[in-house]
Protein backbone atom coordinates (compact mmCIF):
# COMPACT_ATOMS: atom_id res chain seq x y z
CA UNK A 1 0.00 0.00 0.00
CA UNK A 2 2.38 2.50 1.10
CA UNK A 3 4.49 1.42 -2.06
CA UNK A 4 1.54 1.95 -4.65
CA UNK A 5 0.97 5.34 -2.67
CA UNK A 6 4.43 6.29 -3.04
CA UNK A 7 4.12 5.61 -6.98
CA UNK A 8 0.56 7.42 -7.43
CA UNK A 9 1.44 10.61 -5.91
CA UNK A 10 4.94 10.34 -7.31
CA UNK A 11 3.26 9.70 -10.88
CA UNK A 12 0.96 12.90 -9.82
CA UNK A 13 3.65 15.16 -9.41
CA UNK A 14 5.70 14.13 -12.64
CA UNK A 15 2.00 14.57 -15.14
CA UNK A 16 1.60 17.76 -13.24
CA UNK A 17 5.14 19.24 -13.76
CA UNK A 18 4.22 20.07 -17.32
CA UNK A 19 1.14 21.77 -16.38
CA UNK A 20 3.04 24.52 -14.37
CA UNK A 21 5.75 23.81 -16.53
CA UNK A 22 4.09 25.80 -19.14
CA UNK A 23 3.21 28.36 -16.82
CA UNK A 24 6.57 29.08 -16.11
CA UNK A 25 8.23 28.12 -19.48
CA UNK A 26 11.20 30.36 -19.18
CA UNK A 27 12.52 28.65 -16.24
CA UNK A 28 11.84 25.01 -17.64
CA UNK A 29 13.89 25.95 -20.85
CA UNK A 30 16.57 27.16 -19.08
CA UNK A 31 16.99 24.67 -16.80
CA UNK A 32 16.11 21.19 -19.13
CA UNK A 33 16.69 22.77 -22.22
CA UNK A 34 19.48 25.34 -22.90
CA UNK A 35 20.62 23.77 -19.28
CA UNK A 36 21.86 26.75 -17.89
CA UNK A 37 21.96 27.63 -14.32
CA UNK A 38 18.36 28.80 -13.02
CA UNK A 39 17.00 30.48 -9.87
CA UNK A 40 13.36 29.18 -8.57
CA UNK A 41 11.02 26.09 -8.82
CA UNK A 42 7.75 24.97 -9.48
CA UNK A 43 5.49 23.18 -8.09
CA UNK A 44 6.51 19.64 -7.23
CA UNK A 45 10.08 20.09 -8.76
CA UNK A 46 11.85 20.36 -5.23
CA UNK A 47 10.18 16.99 -4.35
CA UNK A 48 10.55 15.41 -7.36
CA UNK A 49 14.42 16.57 -7.41
CA UNK A 50 14.86 15.13 -3.62
CA UNK A 51 12.77 11.61 -4.89
CA UNK A 52 15.32 11.36 -7.94
CA UNK A 53 18.68 12.45 -6.00
CA UNK A 54 17.75 10.74 -2.99
CA UNK A 55 17.69 7.61 -4.86
CA UNK A 56 20.10 7.98 -7.96
CA UNK A 57 22.54 8.38 -5.26
CA UNK A 58 21.13 5.63 -2.84
CA UNK A 59 21.14 8.30 0.28
CA UNK A 60 19.32 8.41 3.42
CA UNK A 61 19.57 12.45 4.39
CA UNK A 62 15.82 13.39 4.95
CA UNK A 63 14.26 14.18 7.81
CA UNK A 64 13.69 16.78 10.73
CA UNK A 65 15.85 15.85 13.36
CA UNK A 66 16.09 18.30 16.72
CA UNK A 67 19.26 19.03 17.63
CA UNK A 68 20.89 18.86 21.38
CA UNK A 69 22.91 21.76 21.33
CA UNK A 70 21.98 25.68 22.82
CA UNK A 71 22.61 27.88 19.64
CA UNK A 72 22.16 24.57 16.99
CA UNK A 73 19.02 24.69 14.75
CA UNK A 74 17.23 21.60 13.57
CA UNK A 75 18.53 19.18 11.32
CA UNK A 76 17.13 19.57 7.79
CA UNK A 77 18.75 19.21 4.57
CA UNK A 78 18.79 21.51 1.92
CA UNK A 79 16.67 20.23 -1.40
CA UNK A 80 18.50 18.72 -3.78
CA UNK A 81 17.45 20.99 -6.97
CA UNK A 82 18.78 24.05 -4.73
CA UNK A 83 21.77 22.96 -3.85
CA UNK A 84 22.22 21.53 -7.69
CA UNK A 85 21.42 24.82 -8.78
CA UNK A 86 24.00 26.56 -5.70
CA UNK A 87 26.82 24.03 -6.99
CA UNK A 88 26.60 25.35 -10.94
CA UNK A 89 26.12 29.05 -9.17
CA UNK A 90 29.65 28.60 -7.64
CA UNK A 91 31.57 27.10 -10.42
CA UNK A 92 34.21 25.12 -7.96
CA UNK A 93 37.42 24.35 -9.19
CA UNK A 94 40.61 22.41 -7.90
CA UNK A 95 41.84 25.05 -6.35
CA UNK A 96 38.64 25.70 -3.66
CA UNK A 97 38.05 23.47 -0.43
CA UNK A 98 34.05 23.81 0.24
CA UNK A 99 33.36 23.23 3.61
CA UNK A 100 29.76 22.22 4.55
CA UNK A 101 29.13 23.72 8.19
CA UNK A 102 26.97 21.46 10.01
CA UNK A 103 26.75 18.41 7.32
CA UNK A 104 24.65 16.36 9.36
CA UNK A 105 23.45 13.50 7.01
CA UNK A 106 25.87 14.92 4.25
CA UNK A 107 23.63 15.97 1.62
CA UNK A 108 25.56 18.66 0.44
CA UNK A 109 29.07 17.18 1.68
CA UNK A 110 27.90 14.05 -0.52
CA UNK A 111 26.80 16.50 -3.79
CA UNK A 112 29.85 18.94 -3.68
CA UNK A 113 32.17 15.30 -3.83
CA UNK A 114 30.47 15.42 -7.52
CA UNK A 115 32.03 18.66 -8.57
CA UNK A 116 35.53 19.34 -9.76
CA UNK A 117 36.56 20.94 -6.53
CA UNK A 118 39.86 20.07 -4.61
CA UNK A 119 38.48 18.81 -1.11
CA UNK A 120 35.21 18.96 0.47
CA UNK A 121 35.11 18.33 4.53
CA UNK A 122 31.79 17.97 6.48
CA UNK A 123 31.60 19.44 9.81
CA UNK A 124 29.54 18.22 12.19
CA UNK A 125 29.24 18.43 16.15
CA UNK A 126 26.80 15.40 16.08
CA UNK A 127 28.74 11.89 15.94
CA UNK A 128 25.46 10.15 14.97
CA UNK A 129 24.47 12.29 12.13
CA UNK A 130 28.58 12.31 11.01
CA UNK A 131 28.09 8.55 11.10
CA UNK A 132 25.28 8.25 8.96
CA UNK A 133 26.96 11.23 6.44
CA UNK A 134 30.30 8.81 6.29
CA UNK A 135 27.72 5.99 4.88
CA UNK A 136 26.03 8.18 2.77
CA UNK A 137 29.20 9.19 1.07
CA UNK A 138 30.44 6.07 0.66
CA UNK A 139 27.24 4.79 -2.05
CA UNK A 140 27.96 8.41 -3.91
CA UNK A 141 28.57 7.50 -7.16
CA UNK A 142 30.79 9.72 -9.53
CA UNK A 143 32.95 10.61 -6.84
CA UNK A 144 35.46 13.87 -8.53
CA UNK A 145 36.77 15.00 -5.13
CA UNK A 146 38.44 13.96 -1.88
CA UNK A 147 36.09 14.50 0.89
CA UNK A 148 37.00 14.64 5.07
CA UNK A 149 34.82 14.54 8.03
CA UNK A 150 35.20 16.66 11.17
CA UNK A 151 33.74 15.37 14.51
CA UNK A 152 33.46 18.54 16.08
CA UNK A 153 32.16 22.29 16.70
CA UNK A 154 32.55 24.90 13.95
CA UNK A 155 34.38 27.14 16.01
CA UNK A 156 37.16 24.29 16.49
CA UNK A 157 37.61 23.88 12.37
CA UNK A 158 40.90 25.37 11.38
CA UNK A 159 39.63 27.44 8.17
CA UNK A 160 43.27 27.98 6.80
CA UNK A 161 42.59 26.68 3.69
CA UNK A 162 38.87 26.90 3.65
CA UNK A 163 37.79 28.77 0.01
CA UNK A 164 33.96 28.04 0.27
CA UNK A 165 31.51 28.01 3.82
CA UNK A 166 28.50 26.33 2.81
CA UNK A 167 25.82 27.33 5.45
CA UNK A 168 22.35 25.75 5.98
CA UNK A 169 21.07 28.09 8.91
CA UNK A 170 23.05 26.23 11.10
CA UNK A 171 23.18 28.21 13.83
CA UNK A 172 22.22 30.87 15.86
CA UNK A 173 23.76 34.51 15.78
CA UNK A 174 26.66 34.35 18.36
CA UNK A 175 28.10 31.24 17.01
CA UNK A 176 28.08 32.78 13.12
CA UNK A 177 29.87 35.73 14.52
CA UNK A 178 32.05 33.11 16.34
CA UNK A 179 33.04 31.65 12.99
CA UNK A 180 32.74 34.90 11.10
CA UNK A 181 36.12 36.03 13.55
CA UNK A 182 37.58 33.00 12.80
CA UNK A 183 37.53 32.75 8.86
CA UNK A 184 38.81 36.98 9.07
CA UNK A 185 41.66 35.74 11.32
CA UNK A 186 42.28 33.04 9.14
CA UNK A 187 42.01 35.33 5.83
CA UNK A 188 44.63 37.67 7.64
CA UNK A 189 47.13 34.55 8.12
CA UNK A 190 46.29 33.10 4.53
CA UNK A 191 45.11 35.83 2.18
CA UNK A 192 42.66 33.96 -0.39
CA UNK A 193 39.53 34.18 -2.29
CA UNK A 194 36.78 33.43 0.51
CA UNK A 195 32.68 33.17 -0.07
CA UNK A 196 29.69 32.11 2.31
CA UNK A 197 26.95 30.95 0.97
CA UNK A 198 24.08 31.09 3.52
CA UNK A 199 20.66 28.89 2.97
CA UNK A 200 17.91 30.36 4.75
CA UNK A 201 20.34 33.36 5.73
CA UNK A 202 18.77 34.17 8.91
CA UNK A 203 21.25 35.73 10.96
CA UNK A 204 22.71 37.38 7.77
CA UNK A 205 23.05 40.50 9.49
CA UNK A 206 26.23 39.45 11.44
CA UNK A 207 27.81 38.94 7.57
CA UNK A 208 26.41 42.65 6.94
CA UNK A 209 27.95 44.42 10.10
CA UNK A 210 31.43 43.22 9.11
CA UNK A 211 33.61 45.33 7.17
CA UNK A 212 35.46 42.74 4.90
CA UNK A 213 32.15 40.59 3.46
CA UNK A 214 30.18 42.06 0.62
CA UNK A 215 27.09 40.42 -0.27
CA UNK A 216 27.14 39.86 -4.09
CA UNK A 217 23.83 38.01 -5.06
CA UNK A 218 20.75 36.81 -3.12
CA UNK A 219 18.19 34.46 -4.33
CA UNK A 220 14.96 35.08 -2.94
CA UNK A 221 12.34 32.84 -1.42
CA UNK A 222 9.26 33.52 -3.39
CA UNK A 223 11.08 31.71 -6.28
CA UNK A 224 10.90 28.21 -4.28
CA UNK A 225 6.60 28.33 -2.80
CA UNK A 226 7.28 24.67 -2.12
CA UNK A 227 10.01 24.63 0.07
CA UNK A 228 8.78 26.51 3.56
CA UNK A 229 11.68 27.04 5.46
CA UNK A 230 11.71 28.03 9.49
CA UNK A 231 11.38 30.96 10.31
CA UNK A 232 10.07 32.36 7.34
CA UNK A 233 12.58 34.75 5.44
CA UNK A 234 11.86 36.51 2.15
CA UNK A 235 15.59 35.75 1.25
CA UNK A 236 16.27 31.68 0.48
CA UNK A 237 19.95 32.09 -0.48
CA UNK A 238 22.84 35.15 0.02
CA UNK A 239 26.45 34.71 -1.47
CA UNK A 240 29.01 36.69 0.23
CA UNK A 241 32.69 37.06 -0.84
CA UNK A 242 35.45 38.68 1.15
CA UNK A 243 36.77 41.80 -0.34
CA UNK A 244 40.03 42.12 -2.26
C1 LIG B 1 20.08 22.54 8.86
S1 LIG B 1 21.27 21.22 9.11
C2 LIG B 1 22.20 21.39 7.61
C3 LIG B 1 22.56 20.08 6.91
C4 LIG B 1 23.42 20.16 5.66
N1 LIG B 1 24.38 21.25 5.68
C5 LIG B 1 22.57 20.31 4.40
O1 LIG B 1 22.46 21.42 3.89
O2 LIG B 1 21.99 19.33 3.91
C6 LIG B 1 22.30 21.98 10.37
C7 LIG B 1 23.35 21.04 10.99
O3 LIG B 1 24.29 21.87 11.70
C8 LIG B 1 24.75 21.16 12.84
N2 LIG B 1 25.28 22.15 13.80
C9 LIG B 1 24.61 23.07 14.51
N3 LIG B 1 25.43 23.82 15.24
C10 LIG B 1 26.69 23.37 14.99
C11 LIG B 1 27.99 23.76 15.43
N4 LIG B 1 28.17 24.78 16.28
N5 LIG B 1 29.05 23.07 14.97
C12 LIG B 1 28.90 22.03 14.10
N6 LIG B 1 27.69 21.63 13.63
C13 LIG B 1 26.60 22.30 14.07
C14 LIG B 1 23.51 20.43 13.33
O4 LIG B 1 23.87 19.33 14.15
C15 LIG B 1 22.83 20.05 12.01
O5 LIG B 1 23.22 18.76 11.62
Request: hydrophobic share 40%; with cysteine; net charge negative.
Amino acid sequence: MGLLHKFTSATKMAMLLPFHGVKQHRLMLQRYFSKEPAIGAIPYELLLHDRYWENHLGLDTGGWVPVDLEDGMLYEATPYLLLYEILRHLDLGPKDVFVDLGCGKGRATCMASRSAVGRVVGVEQDENFLQIARENLEKVPKRQAPVEFFNGLAQQFDFDDTTVVFLFNPFGARTLLEVVDLLQQSLQRNPRKLRIVYVNPVHEMVLLGTEWLENVATWQSDAYPEFAIQPPNPRMVSFWQAKS
